[in-house]
């Protein structure tokens, strides 16, 4: 007899409610939870895919270990353990104790796993290492950084009200393909059509008439990198045609003058040229945001990963402010998760990477530094990684570089899914457990649209043998205290369980009973406002409803003073880094020589690198290709569906060709997170569609200067024909390719 389950979807920041049907144990159908408070029954391709990613042939279910003739092989979970408690003794002897020698990468799904986001953190204060390297870096960091130095939190980001608004503004963002980002809403394509049918408008600024231009009321294509000077030129517009009116925040903002000083030189008809927006344009958009009942502008990605991304974070806000659309209803506003705010300081700059001298933020350095400080010699050079739920060979800067520094690790442990083209490089991968395991969007609460609160259990039980995520990260900081190999996990566990009560100021007694995660969260929801447990949601299986967003501010700044800083520090500062861009775009000494410039973007079956291996989602037409104008095409001899080389400073790849107007002349774009046809990768699916790594191309020397995050937006490039007698076919390609974990090879190690 069939049973039904409820759960939320773990693979974005969608967080949709999800019904699952299962049947003798195994999950038969997925569909759209229509009772989901958030969700409402939406759902997209990537959640029905979650059967065939549960059930992958090529998933890990077991521990496997390197052996010495470079394959990987299954083994126990006490032997796994052992080797890496052996591993990281020997890497911490010959370092003399140095904690740094041990380095740490957090991928993107640790954001979405309630046991990594909880004892991930315990694992890292276990290590004791200031290497922490995170997908962050090449995400979302410009944009925590801008609100935190305006705001004071790392996590008060303001996002989109989109339920309530009259007119959104969107740059760098395809919500309607990445299912929103730093803005939790399902179904972003019928939240922006009720947007329009209340007589609101959309418009999306982007260099792609993206899947949301296209259902967008206008689209302003915009050359890569110049979102900045967009930014600033409607700011000086404002100022200029006396459209400010911040409203009851005006008494709470410090910095309004300065920032008008600031915008002064970026006059509309002087970042007409570089951005590729007519002066005429950029005045309107600034009237039409002062204009609308309730506004609201929102960057994503675009606006992050490029040479200006905290400056164009920054300004997104400051639009926001100017134009009185912060923290009121219909514009930006600060979510209020049930958990509580997390961190109300933020802390950065307390120490720099050892080669580059990069600062740490959040306590994070740059991923574009990890290689440099595995392959660079030296006191502090990193000897070991362990590496959560990451990929960092796929997606952080210049590929090549950081796969050969991984090859050369003394130990490297992974806890993931499959054998990628980073784990491939470990000496022991330590699998996780996927529908078997509790979940609650811990991280992502702080970014929905509407304050919701949703638990999910378990929906199938642990297979025989593996251990829950949680108790797989506290065995791990138990090893990394120097504990030994099997660790008293049960006691860890009440130990981090009592410091978080007492932090709380929740009573012990009343977490009785429960263990790992959910005390955590129990705890959590507590000590939130919302005066919620556990038990309540254990209650409403598809979420509790905690009703729209509301303002929040003043109580919510954590500046020193309490009080908006509009032009804060380093921000302020780097302006004049802006101006200079802007004057030589002006002169043209930048990209004003025809040359192309390389984007990213997003595809609705693509989850960055991991979800490639999964027929329904790979199936169709190939996806990884290289987008190019049909004038570029015809000027550089390329023909659709042939294949091109594209080269940049750092690297070149090879990859078929697609001539589309949807990109705009000087500009092509390839998707991230492909080019799985590595040796020894264990994914026999994904590497029949293996695509090609754009990584390969992006330059890890090349970061935004105040947070650090690589330039994965606006790379210089050239493309040519490729002789179609030298191009590689896929089916070569996956030929070189071994199967499954068990008899995969691992990635060659030097002696
Ligand atoms: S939109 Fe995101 S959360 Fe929703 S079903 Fe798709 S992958 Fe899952």
Not at 233 to 255: H, K, Q
Request: net charge neutral; charged share 25%; hydrophobic share 40%.
């Amino acid at each position: 007899m069939s049973a039904t389950a409820v759960r939320t979807c773990p693979l974005c920041e969608a967080t949709c409610g999800l019904e699952l049907t299962i049947d003798g144990g195994r999950v038969t159908r997925i569909r759209g939870d229509a009772h989901d408070v958030l969700s409402r029954g939406f759902l997209c391709p990537k959640g029905v895919s979650l059967i065939q990613l549960h059930e992958d042939p090529d998933r890990l279910r077991t521990p496997v270990r390197r052996t010495a003739g470079g394959r990987f092989e299954p083994c126990s979970w006490d032997e796994a353990f052992a080797l890496v408690d052996a591993g990281l003794r020997g890497v911490l002897e010959r370092s003399g104790g140095d904690r740094d020698a041990i380095a740490a990468y957090l991928g993107n799904p640790s954001a979405h796993s309630l046991s990594a986001l909880v004892y991930g953190r315990v694992l890292l204060k276990a290590l004791g290492t200031r290497n922490v390297f995170s997908a962050g870096s090449v995400d979302q960091i410009p944009k925590q950084l801008a609100s935190a130095l305006m705001f004071g939190g790392p996590l008060t980001v303001a996002v989109p009200d989109l339920d309530r608004t009259d007119h959104l503004l969107v740059l760098g963002a395809n919500p309607l393909t990445s299912n929103g980002s730093l803005m939790t809403a399902p179904d972003v394509r019928g939240r922006l059509r009720r947007i329009r049918a209340r007589g609101g408008r959309v418009v999306v600024v982007d260099p792609r008439r993206t899947r949301t231009a296209q259902a967008a009321d206008e689209h302003v294509p915009i050359r890569p990198g110049t979102d900045a000077l967009l930014l600033m030129a409607m700011v000086a517009t404002l100022f200029e045609e006396g459209l400010v009116a911040p409203g009851r925040l005006a008494g709470l903002c410090d910095g309004i003058e300065e920032v008008r000083a600031l915008a002064a030189p970026f006059a509309p008809e002087r970042v007409a040229g570089p951005t590729g927006i007519p002066a005429g344009t950029i005045r309107r958009l600034a009237r039409e945001l002062a204009a609308a009942p309730r506004a609201v502008v929102y960057g994503r990605m675009g606006t992050t990963t490029q040479a200006f991304g905290t400056t164009a974070s920054w300004l997104v806000d400051v639009l926001n402010v100017l134009t009185g659309n912060l923290d009121r209803e219909g514009g930006a506003m600060f979510p209020r998760p049930a958990t509580g705010d997390g961190p109300r300081r933020a802390r950065m700059g307390r120490w720099r990477s050892r080669v580059r001298g990069r600062p740490e933020v959040f306590g994070e350095l740059p991923a574009a530094c990890l290689a440099e400080e595995i392959d660079t010699p030296g006191d502090g050079q990193v000897r070991a990684l362990i590496a959560l739920a990451g990929n960092p060979v796929v997606s952080t800067p210049n590929a090549r570089r950081l796969e050969r520094a991984l090859a050369s690790l003394d130990l490297m442990v992974a806890v993931d899914l499959y054998v990628t083209e980073t784990t491939r490089h470990a000496d022991v991968i330590l699998p996780a457990p996927s529908l078997e395991r509790a979940h609650y969007d811990l991280a992502l609460s702080a970014f929905a649209v509407r304050d919701v609160a949703n638990y999910s259990p378990p929906t199938l039980p642990l297979p025989d043998g593996m251990p829950d995520e949680w108790e797989t990260l506290l065995r791990l900081a138990g090893i990394a205290a120097g504990q030994g190999p099997d660790p008293n996990v049960a006691a860890l566990d009440d130990l981090v369980a009592a410091a978080t009560a007492q932090r709380l100021g929740v009573p012990p007694e009343a977490l009785a009973g429960r263990r790992g995660p959910e005390r955590i969260l129990d705890a959590m929801l507590r000590a939130g406002p919302d005066d919620l447990t556990l038990a309540d949601l254990e209650a409403a299986p598809h979420g509790i409803d905690l009703g729209p967003l509301r303002p929040r501010l003043p109580e919510l700044l954590s500046t020193e003073d309490g009080r908006i800083r509009l032009a804060p520090e380093p921000l302020a500062g780097d302006v004049a880094r802006l101006r200079a861009a802007l004057e030589d775009a002006r002169a043209g000494t930048g990209r004003e020589d025809g040359g192309l410039l390389l984007v990213g973007r997003r595809d609705l079956r693509s989850n960055n690198s991991w979800m490639h291996n999964l027929p329904l989602l790979v199936s169709g037409p190939a996806r990884c290709t290289v987008q190019v104008h049909p004038d570029d095409a015809a000027r550089l001899g390329l023909a659709d569906g042939a294949r091109a080389r594209v080269r940049s400073a750092v690297g070149e790849i090879e990859l078929p060709v697609e001539v589309t107007d949807a990109v705009m002349a000087g500009v092509v774009s390839i998707p991230h997170g492909w080019g799985h046809d590595a040796d020894g990768v264990g994914w026999a699916t994904a590497a029949r569609h293996a695509g090609a790594n754009s990584n390969v191309l992006s330059d890890e020397q090349a970061v935004e200067p105040v947070s650090g995050t690589a330039i994965l937006n606006g790379i210089p490039v050239t493309l040519a024909p490729l002789a179609s007698d030298g191009a590689r076919t896929v089916s070569d390609r996956a030929r070189r390719v071994s199967g499954r974990a068990g008899t995969a090879a691992a990635a060659p190690r030097p002696a």
